[in-house]
């Protein structure tokens, strides 16, 4: 029984590991291209560390509340930590197909309205009041003309990440 809680514990343990220090071992073998893919399948950490894990508490709690033997509660053991570990398996995959929206770039903000928050002086900076993606984003703007704060532009332009170029709305 001892055998069988050290292996459950020793697999929440490698599990905890993987979560803290994730990659490092795959990086390890990052130089083998023989080695190379062996820890993102099967055989990757959180994978193996379900399957220890399962194996010894599965065990454990068959040898102490059946009247079967070690032999039998290592059977069990080793079916409940397969099933665990596949599971770990296609929960790492959906888990790594999962991806994010594109970041949005200043590209994103051309031909969008906006305010202007400091007033822009004639080939200066201000601030101007675009949204994008639906949420308030603040960019220093530039515009050829003198631009009176809270009068309505267009972007025309991005200049760099943080700044646009802008005219006023004609009315």
């Known amino acids: ?14 599990l905890l590991l993987a979560l803290v220090f994730d990659g490092i071992l795959e990086g390890l073998f990052g130089g083998f291209s023989a080695l190379e893919g062996l820890f993102d ?6 994978v193996i560390a379900g399957f220890t894990a399962m194996l010894g508490f599965a065990g454990a709690i068959t040898l102490g509340t059946t009247g079967l033997g070690a032999g039998a509660a290592t059977g069990v053991g080793i079916v ?3 099933v665990a570990a596949w ?11 999962d991806q994010t929206d594109a970041t949005p770039r200043g590209e994103d903000l051309i031909g969008t309205s906006g305010s202007v928050v400091t007033a822009i002086p004639a080939e200066g900076y201000g601030e101007v009041l675009v949204y994008l993606g639906g949420q308030p ?21 991005s200049l760099s990440s943080t700044s646009v170029a802008v005219r006023p709305v004609e009315r």
């Open 137 to 157: 984003v603040k960019y220093a703007a530039k515009s050829a003309t003198p631009v009176a704060r809270g009068a309505d532009v267009w972007v025309e332009a």
């Open 1 to 14: 029984m001892t055998l069988f809680l050290g292996l459950g514990i020793a697999g929440v343990v490698l």
């Open 80 to 82: 409940a930590g397969l």
């Open 87 to 97: 599971l770990t398996w296609k929960l790492t995959r959906v888990l790594m197909r």
């Open 41 to 46: 399948g099967l055989l990757s950490l959180p």
